[in-house]
């Protein structure tokens, strides 16, 4: 009789407690406009439609920088940046407004299409998109004025919670409009964290070139503490996409969001790994390790038990093999 491989046996037993952990929790994704626009974002939404089907509440939360700059170099426009912020003015915002209009379609066109060709398939996805977000003008900072570039001053934070226990998926772009009328570009990832602070999410998630955060000696950290987060920020090691998202990850942990992680836009699956596996891929902020000593409780009992049935199974073997 031919042996059948146990190993989607395995990972489906050890999949099973985070399946739990997750379900009916709130979890806003940062995606990219990089991430939108790599090869590999068909298998990123694929992996969101499975979050979403395994009862895990989305809100994503999308940036279109390299798409906003492709539009500005086809109409010969320049833009300006003070302080890692694009200064949007009346010619950019044009742009800015396509751009992100162009991508929220193109998302919601990914999702929609996501289920086809899978056991899933017919399953209802509904994606909604609105004025959960309201702007104002950052106005001028050190002699530069910021012109229609805003800030968040306002999250509907009933009306996203109300989408998401219909069994909506929540998509916000760098858009939003004023009190007084006026469209504004946010800063995506400052939009994205806001949001999960105001939602009080269990998870930020953001996608970067890296899987993680690379050290200066090459390996990806697997887990990273506030302080330490402030001083690789401080130092800059860091840079691009991944110091954007750190930045961010920073202020939610230090504002009530548990774990932040950053995991690669390129790597097939990444999401599923992250969230699903013991050890994660990428790199998880936390507010406090996940590796801690602590007094053992009554709920233990099962665990420790299971541990120490391991345990001898373990030193049975051994010793059976060195009495052959």
Known sequence: ???????LVKGFRQSTPYVNAHRDKTMVIYL??????????PN????????????????LVYGARPQIDQRLQLQNLETNYHKQVRVTDSNTLPQV???AGQLQLAITAHLSMSLNNTPMAGTDLNIVSGNFVIAQPLGVEDGIDYQHSG??????????????????????????????????????????????????????????????????????????????????????LAFGCSKRFLQ????????????????????????????FSR????????????????????????????????????VFWYAAQESN
Do not use: W
Not at 47 to 59: E, Q
């Open 97 to 99: 407004m396509q751009a």
């Open 151 to 236: 800030r968040v001053r306002r999250i509907d934070v009933q009306g996203i919670n109300r989408s998401l226990e219909q069994g909506s998926i929540v998509l916000i772009g760098p858009v939003a409009g004023s009190v007084t009328g006026e469209c504004f570009n946010l800063v995506s990832e400052e939009l994205a964290t806001k949001i999960a602070i105001k939602l009080q999410a269990a998870k930020l998630i953001g996608f970067t070139p890296e899987q993680g955060y690379v050290s200066p000696e090459g390996g990806v950290v697997p887990e990273l503490m506030p302080q330490q987060v402030a001083n690789i920020l401080k130092e800059e």
């Open 279 to 314: 050890d994660g891929i990428g790199t998880q902020v936390v507010t406090e390790s996940a590796e801690q000593i602590r007094q053992a409780t009554i709920d233990d009992i099962g665990g420790i038990l299971d541990l120490i049935s391991h345990l001898r199974a373990t």
């Open 1 to 7: 009789m031919m042996d059948r491989s146990t190993e």
């Open 248 to 275: 961010a990850a920073l202020h939610a942990c230090r504002r009530g969001v548990q774990r932040s992680h950053l995991i690669s836009y390129a790597e097939d699956g990444a999401l599923i790994q992250e969230l």
């Open 44 to 59: 990123i939404v694929s992996d969101i439609a499975l979050l979403h089907s395994l009862g895990v509440k989305l809100v």
């Open 32 to 41: 990219s406009g990089e991430a939108v626009s790599h090869s590999n974002f």
